[in-house]
């Protein structure tokens, strides 16, 4: 089955902090990783995927097939970083649909 | 490009009544996935359109049913309606390029509340 576990809630970082948000995942097969991120009062939309290895908004994530995670890092978070964030996955070919975790909320205190 | 719009954007029904929810995808895309986020959830996979047919869908009965028009918006039906219907709908659109992943993009979804 095809399952994304993130496992906090709410995650909480001081300004300047570094930030990891962790996102575990079952697939059998050879899945495309993403996050997601929704800002307050705005729409989903995609941070990164794996396949890009971009780095977006100092944002970056590695997969890691041998442990079955996705984990997002930054190493020093800004206050505008406060916002939800989903890890999905989806087959590695066509348009399949997404799979969503549960999302972390990520906030930056002052 | 106004991206991926919905409506309403607020929808209040009676257990037992039936809704329709509208998308609008992107600009140039031609592929509509509707997701149904229940309260501290992440988005839930309904179905998928495409050339104006159902071409994936997730675990949800056949009260839950939909279309896509030739100018590839999208509408989302719910029948029979109950309590438990209580969520924000997302549409999100993609534009089909083969085997590839291309993005999707999601509206601010519908908030139905059934009571």
């Known amino acids: 089955a095809q399952r994304v576990t993130q496992p906090e809630k709410l995650l909480s970082v001081f300004k300047g902090a570094p930030v990891e948000l962790k996102c575990n995942y079952s697939y059998s097969g050879s899945p495309e990783l993403f996050w997601y991120v929704q800002y307050s009062r705005q729409r989903l939309q995609l941070l990164l995927r794996h396949i890009s290895r971009e780095s977006i908004k100092g944002f970056t994530a590695d997969l890691n097939k041998g442990e079955t995670s996705f984990h997002l890092k930054k190493p020093f978070a800004q206050e505008e970083d406060s916002a939800m964030y989903y890890c999905a996955l989806t087959r590695n070919s066509g348009n399949t649909p997404l799979v969503f975790g549960k999302g972390t909320r990520l906030s930056v205190i002052a | 490009d106004a991206g991926v719009t919905q409506s309403p954007t607020h929808l209040i029904k009676t257990r037992g009544q039936q809704v329709t929810l509208r998308c609008s995808p992107k600009?140039?895309?031609?592929?509509v996935s509707w997701y149904q986020q229940a309260l501290g959830q992440g988005p839930q996979f309904i179905f998928q359109y495409y050339e104006e047919e159902e071409r994936q869908r997730g675990n949800f009965p056949d009260r839950f049913s939909g279309h896509q028009f030739p100018n590839y918006s999208s509408e989302l039906n719910v029948n029979a309606l109950l309590l438990g219907d209580s969520a924000l709908y997302l549409c999100a659109s993609s534009l089909e390029i083969g085997r590839i992943n291309t993005e999707a993009f999601f509206g601010q979804g519908t908030r139905l509340t059934v009571v």
């Open positions: 600009s140039g895309h031609d592929t």
